[in-house]
């Protein structure tokens, strides 16, 4: 009989890849095959003196004393398992997966994390595959070929890991990518420690969710329990089982219930469309997804539950895990109560967290008694033993016994329940609290001011300290003794943060200190000051350094806006809303702009008429992106009247220019010219190269709309060698672009099309496509009759404008493919999209520009006389009801074209423009 090997050990894990649907396809020869599958298995091991450790169900847990071992007896059962005559001609597709670690023997039994790890190398695998951990990979030393996999994601949310394929002669070498995290659609964040135990929880769990019938799975229990770390493990273990992913929602930050629906739309990239409620935005786009949705900590806004309802109402195949300490109470929900840690799984998180606090702490015969004890009277709460062993430096087994029993309550009688666990963890953490020095609890109370964490500039400008310690120092204190925590921002910065429970705390001991209001009002300076150092370079598109920080600390920018809101800090208010604007207009957050904005702008006492007329532009603006044109213009209109009484030029042509094009967007195209032209004169009054080009581009496109040609042309030309001169190479190929636009429109052919080559290969030059660029080059194929290369290039451009262009500017790609298909003869296709076209319109209140005037009359035969083919209503009805995404999928789908020819009429309105 083989003994299990010790020190250091290669772990092989195996299943049956898809054996539940192997099953429902065998039937009764499933039998027959797993009894099979089982036979050359254990040939296969036993030759190559495998310790068999554990089988369940289809799965093998072996362990071999060689890494060489290990790989041959994987090869051969490989080898047998392609060879073998299946019953029924079934064939049994195994997966693998080898690590080499130390793990600990417990009663013949290997326990630790590299056991976890090597079931997470074979998750990865695909059935014939043969998957090594790095560790395996060195430990075969160049005696087995194997193909370099790259780093991966594993299922267990750590770090990356290096992954390599043993090759097999004879075998297949070539899969599809790996199971893991990076090859799915997901944004589960990496976590810094494994997860220890929950095995059984996290089984119950996916068998739920894999129900038919449950929809809504809300994991409860107090703070501490786990549920955060359960539910993105859960979601990780989904994450083959959900084509369209699993995402996660941290509400954490998140305060006011009407926050949900836009946090989540964040989280998916679903943006704002005019006229939309963001709610039914969200809701179409879930529709057709097959999608998990984790919401993180949901307590603070249970109140939004029946928003959770209407989205799964919306999308029959979208799944939802929320976390929170008390049930949502909705129909659809099924509640998953978190238990303690049993105790073997508690004691080997102490273990765990303790070695990390002391590399040199071991459990042994003469603590073991001590660390069940401790785990025992921590109720197996997984945050409270994490306190408790982040002393492990300081303070034996013993010694932290003794001094938890000295603060915890003795719980007599009765049931453990869920308040019992809670009381227990906050004596736990005021103990944690009570240990810390004087000035150690001052940086504490203060970093509970933050919401969703803080980098250190933020910390080191808001936060109270006492005595010599700084805040460096006293922040990497608490990390060590787990009262804080670190994560890295999506630009590699590093973020403080806390859990809830403790934040919570903390945030008591704040109020009980006094020091609250004080910290408050550090909290608002520091971030207005931030909003406003910002806000010039966010005006001049120089991004890259302040998008991502802004969208870190939105949470902070809005508890900082609320406060001053709340407490009518009103210059405050105004500074801030007029500040942060910036950064709403490039993000296209427009509704929540608009909304905050209009709170701003009711205080309005003891405001100077500078930061008014500021808050008026952004309210104006963000109006008209939503295409309110009638607020819009009212807004700016007051904001410009300020802004010429202040003699702010800046401000002026800042509501000029929308105000222009409000103006062209409602059919005035002569007040647009005069309020675009006068932005035109004041930029040249002030000298300012870069303000000119910009106004002369916008004005441009007035004189197009008033089909004076060649002054569009004079101007786009002015801004385009301003723009040269000044190195703004980005203007210099927009503004050529629309220069080749405006000119095809002018029916100059031959000059368009070499604008628009020479804005292509600026663009090019660049790094950057932009989805008007095949869009113009699509419309003057079409207006000089190339049909096919039209189609491609306005096929192109929709596709690249469905991801990257806000969704009011979709109806005009969809209206040139429509034109496309009406000059191709194409009834039906083109009655679809006009009827599509004309909806859309309708819905977003689009106005009718010059290059849609002249494709109609050109394109459209409807404009002309009444088709003739019966098929045309029906068809413009269909197409009329498509929702947008249901237009941009027709317009791109060939599949449903329906070719019909018809020739165009031959009254002169098929000749040149």
């Known amino acids: 009989m083989v003994k299990p090997p010790s020190g250091t050990v290669t772990l092989l894990f195996t299943d049956i890849e898809g054996s539940t649907k192997l099953l429902q396809r065998a039937d009764e020869l499933y039998a027959d095959l797993f009894d099979d599958h089982r036979v050359i298995m254990r040939a296969a091991l036993r030759s190559h003196d495998g310790y068999e450790v554990d089988t369940e169900g289809d799965a093998f847990f072996v362990a071999f004393a060689s890494a060489s071992d290990a790989a041959a007896a994987a090869a051969d059962a490989q080898r047998a398992l392609a060879e073998h005559s299946w019953p029924g001609d079934h064939e049994v597709r195994v ?348 940086l504490f109370r203060s970093l509970s001011v933050f919401v969703d964490g803080c980098r250190l500039d933020a910390a080191e400008s808001v936060c109270l300290t006492s005595g010599d310690l700084s805040v460096v120092d006293g922040l990497q204190s608490l990390v060590d003794k787990s009262l804080v925590r670190q994560r890295f921002d999506p630009d590699g910065e590093r973020r403080i943060w806390m859990l809830e429970s403790i934040g919570e705390y903390a945030t008591e001991q704040l109020v009980r200190s006094g020091e609250a209001d004080l910290l408050a009002r550090r909290h608002t300076q520091h971030f207005l000051e931030l909003a406003e150092q910002a806000e010039p370079d966010l005006w001049r598109q120089k991004t890259d350094a302040w998008l991502p920080r802004f969208e870190v600390e939105q949470a902070n920018f809005r508890a900082a806006l609320e406060r001053a809101l709340s407490n009518e800090e009103n210059e405050t208010a105004f500074r801030l809303g007029g500040a942060l604007y910036p950064f709403w207009e490039l993000r296209a957050r427009h509704g929540e702009a608009r909304v905050l904005l209009s709170r701003v702008l009711a205080l309005d006492n003891g405001v100077s008429p500078r930061h008014r007329a500021k808050v008026l532009i952004a309210a104006g603006r963000a109006t008209s992106w939503q295409f309110d044109w009638l607020t819009s213009n009212a807004l700016l209109e007051e904001a410009v009247a300020i802004c010429r009484k202040l003699g702010d030029v800046d401000g002026i042509g800042r509501c000029l220019g929308f105000i222009g094009h409000a103006r062209l967007f409602t059919g005035d195209h002569q007040g647009a010219a005069t309020a675009l032209e006068e932005g035109v004169e004041l930029a040249r009054r002030s000298g300012d190269a870069r303000s000119l080009a910009r106004a002369l581009y916008n004005a441009a496109f007035a004189h197009v709309e008033r089909r004076d040609f060649v002054r569009a042309r004079e101007m786009f030309g002015e801004a385009i060698r301003i723009a040269r001169a000044e190195q703004m190479t980005v203007s210099v190929a927009l503004a050529t672009s629309q220069l080749g636009h405006a000119t095809a429109l002018a029916g100059d052919y031959e000059d368009a099309a070499s604008y628009l080559r020479q804005s292509a290969a600026m663009f090019a030059e660049l790094g950057d496509t932009i989805w008007t660029q095949n869009r113009y080059q699509g419309l003057l194929a079409l207006l000089e009759g190339e049909l096919d290369a039209a189609e491609s290039l306005l096929k192109t451009s929709l596709a690249k404008g469905r991801e990257q262009a806000p969704q009011q500017d979709i109806p005009y790609w969809i209206e040139d493919v429509a034109a496309v298909a009406d000059a191709k003869g194409e009834v039906v296709r083109a009655a679809t999209l006009w009827g599509a076209t004309d909806a859309l319109f309708e819905k977003f209140r689009l106005a009718i520009l010059e290059e849609n005037r002249q494709v109609r009359q050109r394109f459209r035969r409807d404009v002309h006389h009444e088709p003739s083919d019966e098929a045309w209503p029906e068809a413009w009805a269909r197409g009329h009801a498509m929702s947008l995404d249901e237009a941009v999928d027709y317009a791109l789908d060939e599949s449903e074209q329906v070719a019909l020819t018809w020739r165009m009429p031959s009254n002169g309105v098929g000749g040149s423009l």
């Open 95 to 442: 997966r693998m997966g080898l690590h080499t670690g130390e793990p600990r023997l417990v009663d013949r039994a290997y326990v630790g994390l590299d056991v976890h790890r090597g079931a997470r190398v074979m998750a990865a695998a695909h059935g014939g595959q043969i998957v090594l951990s790095q560790s395996t990979q060195k430990a075969l030393d160049n005696d087995w070929p194997v193909l370099d996999l790259g780093e991966h994601r594993l299922k267990d949310l750590l770090q990356p890991e290096h992954l390599f394929q043993l090759v097999v002669d004879g075998l297949p070498s070539v899969f599809p990518a790996l199971k893991t995290l990076g090859n799915r659609p997901t944004n589960l964040p990496t976590q810094p420690n494994p997860l220890v135990g929950r095995e059984l929880e996290l089984r119950e769990i996916a068998q739920l969710l894999r129900a038919d019938n449950i929809r809504l799975l809300t994991l409860t229990g107090p703070g501490g329990a786990g549920k955060t770390r359960v539910a993105l493990q859960a979601g990780a273990e989904l994450l083959e089982d959900f084509r369209s992913g699993v995402f996660f929602v941290s509400l954490a930050p998140v305060a006011e219930e009407d926050l949900l629906v836009p946090t989540i739309a964040r989280v998916l990239g679903v943006r704002e469309t005019a006229g939309e409620d963001l709610g039914a935005t969200l809701s179409t786009y879930l529709s057709d997804k097959h999608m998990v949705l984790v919401l993180d900590n949901f307590e603070q806004i249970v109140g939004a539950a029946p928003a959770v309802a209407e989205l799964l109402a919306a999308a029959p195949d979208v799944c939802v895990i929320v976390t929170s300490r008390e049930r949502l109470r909705i129909s659809a929900e099924r509640v998953y109560e978190m238990p303690a840690l049993p105790e073997r799984d508690a004691i080997a998180l102490f273990v765990a967290r303790a070695q990390a606090a002391a590399s040199d702490f071991v459990l042994s015969d003469d603590n073991r008694e001590c660390v069940a004890a401790l785990c025992q009277r921590l109720e197996g709460l997984p945050l409270s033993v994490e306190l408790a062993a982040a002393r492990s430096a300081v303070l034996s087994p013993q010694a932290l016994l003794e001094r938890l029993n000295e603060r915890l309550m003795i719980l007599t009688g009765g049931p453990r329940d869920a308040a019992d666990r809670h009381r227990t963890l906050r004596q736990t953490i005021e103990w944690s609290y009570d240990l810390l020095d004087v000035s150690e609890q001052s």
